[in-house]
């Protein structure tokens, strides 16, 4: 009884587990914006921060919000981007620890 016990117990862990990193990493699906800015944010947990850190080179803009002095992370920070002119073509949700954009070039006034 108690190998059994044992043996389905660490199964139904092992599925949880996998289960938590698929659901995951659905939500670090990258999101593109109509001004073509394409973002992705989040950090939370070890699957979060790992695809985050996976996803770095695709981005040439990387925000990681953190307190100066103690490095403690903050979370629910909007992130607005604006255009030349200062009209929003970026309004993202609440992000958790960091949010990585890839920006086209701004034009040269």
């Known amino acids: 009884m108690g190998k059994r016990w044992l043996i389905g117990t660490l199964a139904a862990l092992m599925m949880a587990v996998s ?14 914006t109509a001004g073509g ?10 699957d979060e921060i790992h695809a ?7 981005y040439n803009l ?21 255009d ?6 970026l309004e993202a949700p609440p992000a958790a620890r960091g949010c990585w954009l890839r920006c086209p070039p701004a034009p040269i006034p």
Do not use: M
Request: aromatic content about 8%; charged content about 15%; cysteine-free.
């Open 19 to 32: 289960l938590g990193s698929v659901f995951a990493q659905d939500d670090l699906e990258p999101q593109t």
């Open 37 to 46: 800015i394409r973002w992705v944010s989040g950090g939370i947990g070890f």
């Open 62 to 82: 990387r925000l990681l919000f953190a307190v100066q002095g103690s490095g403690a992370y903050l979370a629910d920070i909007v992130v607005i981007v604006q």
């Open 52 to 58: 985050l850190k996976k996803a770095e080179s695709e």
């Open 84 to 89: 030349h002119q200062g009209q929003p073509v």
